[in-house]
């Protein structure tokens, strides 16, 4: 059976504290979801000169699968929908569908709206007219509709009544305030669908349950769901299409996206990296931890078959599976990585081999002077060269400087405090020196040893550095050690590398080394 999937991240998820897009960011979105296969996409409000821009934009957008959605409210109290601006303006948007949403507690009618609840079934009836009148699929948002039922269904199911009467192909019933139980929104669905079988489903995270609340509602018999990408939207955000998708279609058996369920992960990743948001990886189905294996008994059971700690295949949502070693980790697991990281070119090395039991005291003497190789398999990919008799070595560092500007002036006049970087280094016996300013002195050294070392590497000038993080690692106040990890990526591969130091210039080097040195001997060979 089909299910609907309505994308909201453009117009809910903008909601979200800290969320925007620009024109052009919400097009490549609405690409990226159109080629995952949603049914339907919310492409935001025409509410100024600006949202007009937008959608008049959309004439030139294409869709395969999606239809895309205007969001609009109904008329307000004593205004005719042909009067309301915002109606109109959701008319005349160049897309097949609208997106209506209007009160149906009683509750809300009376203290927010302040109005009769005739004349808000005549607003939603009239709106709904008016917007079908000008070609429109109509989607009615019933607000509050769960509080509205707690309190007494009868006005409730009115206006899902009014809503379809008028034209309405769907009505979304809306955890608005997301406070409903999964339970409760289940046997609620299940009565309304007796009635009017043409029902959807929009929950929020209040209470953490808007994937739990929205399968509830599909169960019960709703054939749309709404929600986001991550989840991001209002306050604790709307019911997450990451997870949701691939339980309604993996578990249950639902058809969302067909197919194209295994363009999931790259697709959700792609769209957090668009709305520069830092993406959670201990999300289920889509995080890189989803299917990532540390415990040697774990280890060892996905290699004898990978239902033993797996619930779905990762390809099915277009993920990996990944093993991390510790200082915990036996040889096999050890042995397993190595093969893992350097394309098996080890794979003569047996457990015997000494190189093997060096690779393992090296790891934990790392671990314990702090380094984490868990999210910098970029590092532990050159110690285990490195042990195993490798050179990755592509040039040595003669001598850098790093100065910042006075963090004083540029706090008065409101700017990024700008640094500076002067790197030296040996390829082969022939010195480059070169210099770079940066937001900050790890920028700053980043742009000065790429500048240097493009002279000997051309490559490197396609690698650019995409995160960068620290964290404090033992208690000695301004005397702590500090791990640094930085994430980097040449536009097709991303990797990341470690570093460790209680000078956080030194640890920030070593990491941003290491970065240099596995794209060197490891990305740039795949390429």
């Known amino acids: 059976m089909k299910i609907e999937i309505l994308d909201t991240t453009l117009r809910d998820g903008t909601q979200g504290a800290g969320v925007s897009f620009s024109p052009e960011d919400r097009i490549n979105v609405i690409r990226a979801l159109d080629a995952l296969g949603i049914s339907y996409i919310e492409a935001g409000m025409v509410t100024d000169d600006a949202g007009r821009e937008f959608f008049d934009s959309l004439r030139d957008v294409r869709t395969e699968s999606a239809k895309l959605c205007v969001f609009s409210p109904t008329a307000h109290p004593g205004v005719a929908a042909e009067k309301s601006d915002l109606l109109a303006g959701a008319a005349a948007a160049p897309v097949p569908c609208a997106v209506l949403y209007g009160k149906s507690s009683l509750y809300q009618v009376r203290e927010v709206l302040r109005t009769t609840p005739e004349e808000n079934l005549r607003m939603i009836r009239d709106s709904i007219r008016f917007l079908r009148s000008a070609g429109k699929e109509v989607l009615f948002d019933a607000e509050h509709f769960f509080d509205g039922y707690g309190d007494g269904p009868d006005y409730v199911l009115s206006v899902v009544d009014a809503a379809l009467e008028a034209g309405a192909s769907r009505v979304i019933l809306c955890d608005t305030n997301g406070g409903m139980l999964p339970d409760v929104i289940g046997m609620t669905v299940e009565r309304v ?296 990526t040449d536009g097709v591969s991303v990797w990341r590398t470690v570093g460790v130091s209680t000078d956080i210039i030194n640890a920030s080097w070593q990491a941003l080394r290491d970065s240099v040195e596995y794209m060197l001997s490891h990305v740039s060979q795949k390429s």
């Open 193 to 488: 669908v007796r009635s009017f079988p043409d029902i959807g489903i929009h929950c929020h995270n209040d209470m953490g349950m808007a994937v739990s609340g929205s399968v509830s509602a599909v169960l019960a018999g709703a054939r749309q769901v709404q929600g986001t990408v991550s989840g991001i939207g209002e306050r604790c955000g709307n019911a997450n299409l990451n997870t949701l998708i691939p339980l309604l279609q993996l578990k249950l058996g639902f058809d969302c996206v067909g197919d194209r369920l295994r363009t999931l992960t790259p697709t959700v990743k792609y769209i957090n990296e668009i709305a520069n948001l830092t993406f959670d990886e201990t999300e289920p189905f889509v995080g890189a931890y989803a299917f990532t294996h540390k415990a040697g008994t774990h280890i060892d059971g996905v290699k004898k078959d990978p239902r033993t700690f797996e619930h779905v295949d990762p390809e099915s949502v277009g993920n990996l599976r990944n093993t991390v070693i510790s200082e915990l980790s036996g040889r096999a697991a050890v042995m397993d990585k190595i093969a893992d990281l350097t394309g098996r070119k080890y794979d003569s090395a047996g457990k015997e081999d000494p190189r093997i039991l060096e690779a393992i005291q090296a790891l934990r003497k790392k671990e314990k002077n702090g380094y984490v190789y868990e999210q910098a398999e970029g590092s532990l990919a050159l110690m285990i060269d490195r042990v195993m008799g490798e050179d990755v070595s592509h040039f040595d560092l003669l001598e850098f400087k790093v100065i910042a500007e006075d963090s004083k002036r540029a706090e008065e006049d409101g700017e990024v405090m700008k640094s500076s970087a002067m790197i030296k280094i040996s390829v082969d016996g022939s010195d480059e020196i070169a210099a770079a300013e940066g937001n900050g002195p790890v920028n700053a050294m980043d742009r000065a040893l790429r500048r240097a070392l493009t002279r000997f590497y051309p490559e490197v000038s396609k690698m650019k550095l995409t995160d960068y993080r620290v964290r404090v690692i033992d208690s000695g106040a301004t005397a702590s050690s500090v791990r640094v990890l930085i994430e980097s």
